[in-house]
């Protein structure tokens, strides 16, 4: 395949979305040589959602394809059993093979929705770290050293605060490393977060004898839906890429209006002078800051779903949150004529994970029947027979209840 080095999409390559790149002037070197280049990029299949946070980096990816290099496509199904420390005050828990495999399959599903997967090559670590030996494991060790592990800012900072660091946690860069020496990587792509590991893998192959990759860092961070932290699912505070289009929309209009340039910046593809002009505008008092954040829900829902379900998600929203209506499509649930607890609803239906969630969000005033909010946890719903009651969940869920 052939590689383009239009030097424009290249300094585009570059610039937007990265906060450091290791080595520029060899990467430019590289990108301008003409030599297609193994582009890694590593994934734990440690949950098995990707969110919008993901996309910024898998966009990066889009443009090394689009350039004609070859994106390889690391699953760290071996990584995962001890889960990335990056960021983390405490062990993380390791993961069962069958997490893991579950997890892994719906990657690629989701990762279709920006990448071409027919060209991606597909790897997983286990293909090395499955056959080695203790000896092996011994030998690649040698090459790193304890004060060196240890400088990690993470690792530093639990051993300030007293907290355990187990011996497992600190072999992760170690094979993190590794992966970039049998993939023979070019160029790593990865979150800021991830320096400390992706530095050492450019060490180890300098240690190994093969060239250095170089190293490109995406960012800044994408905040979630809370406007302040970094968008999570164990945090609750993410867009899926597979959240059906009303979700998406919803979630996204969520947001607070400070969050919006950052979610502008990341999460659309619009280009930086537009979203210039449409800050100054919001300033200067010609632009609701509603209808920018309309507009950036509608960008998001069309790169994932297409425009008509943007269109569609937007009337529902239109309809449900500013016209007060119900929605068209809610869930009918039939059940049977009596009194059942909201609680145990909540709970049957998929509203709140738990009991305790489901007692958190009455006593929040997070839960309406008929229209009212409810803040009893022992409330129980009345049905008669053909009689339909509407339950509402925060802003954007609701269920039909329709006695038999």
Not at 9 to 33: F, N, Q, Y
Not at 193 to 199: A, E, R, S, W
Not at 204 to 232: A, H, N, R, W, Y
Not at 243 to 266: C, H, R, V
Request: charged share 30%.
């Amino acid at each position: 395949m052939s590689v383009n080095t239009d030097q424009q999409k290249i300094d585009s390559l570059l610039a937007r979305h990265v906060v450091e790149a290791i080595a520029p002037d060899s990467l430019r070197e590289k990108l301008t040589s003409g030599r297609q280049l193994r582009i890694k990029f590593g994934a734990d299949p440690s949950s098995p959602d990707l969110h919008l946070g993901h996309a910024v980096g898998l966009k990066k990816l889009r443009e090394f394809q689009e350039l004609g290099h070859q994106v390889v496509f690391l699953i760290g199904d071996y990584t995962a059993r001890i889960g990335d420390p990056s960021g983390k005050s405490k062990t993380r828990p390791m993961l069962t093979p069958e997490e893991i495999d579950a997890n892994a399959k719906t990657y690629f599903e989701q990762a279709g929705k920006i990448l071409d997967v027919e060209k991606l090559e597909i790897r997983r670590n286990s293909e090395w770290f499955a056959d080695m030996t203790f000896e092996d494991v011994i030998r690649l060790a040698s090459n790193f050293t304890v004060a060196r592990m240890i400088e990690r800012d993470d690792f530093a900072n639990r051993l300030k605060e007293g907290s355990d660091i187990r011996l497992h946690e600190i072999m992760y860069p170690m094979m993190q490393a590794y992966d970039s020496v049998v993939l023979k990587a070019d160029i790593e792509v990865g979150a800021s977060d991830q320096k400390f590991n992706i530095l050492a893998g450019r060490e180890l192959q300098k240690k190994m004898g093969l060239p250095e990759q170089d190293c490109l860092f995406i960012g800044p961070i994408l905040v979630g839906t809370d406007g302040e932290k970094k968008m999570s699912k164990s945090l609750g505070n993410y867009v899926g890429l597979t959240d059906a289009p009303q979700d998406m929309y919803g979630k996204t209009m969520s947001i607070p209006d400070a969050a919006l340039w950052n979610w502008f910046e990341l999460a659309t593809d619009l280009s930086a002078e537009e979203i210039d002009e449409m800050r100054s505008a919001c300033e200067r008092g010609e632009l609701n800051p509603r209808d920018a954040k309309m507009r950036l829900a509608r960008e998001i829902v069309a790169e994932y779903h297409g425009a008509i379900a943007a269109a569609d998600a937007e009337e529902n929203f239109i309809a449900t949150f500013q016209r007060k209506e119900t929605p068209d499509d809610v869930t009918v649930v039939e059940m049977c004529a009596g009194r059942h607890p909201l609680v145990g609803i909540l709970v049957a239906q998929g509203l709140a994970t738990s009991k305790g969630e489901a007692r958190r969000l009455i006593e929040q005033g997070g839960v309406k029947v008929r229209g009212e909010v409810v803040s009893d946890i022992q409330a129980e719903i009345e049905l008669a027979s053909g009689e339909e009651a509407l339950i509402q969940k925060g802003k954007r869920f609701f269920l039909k209840l329709k006695g038999q």
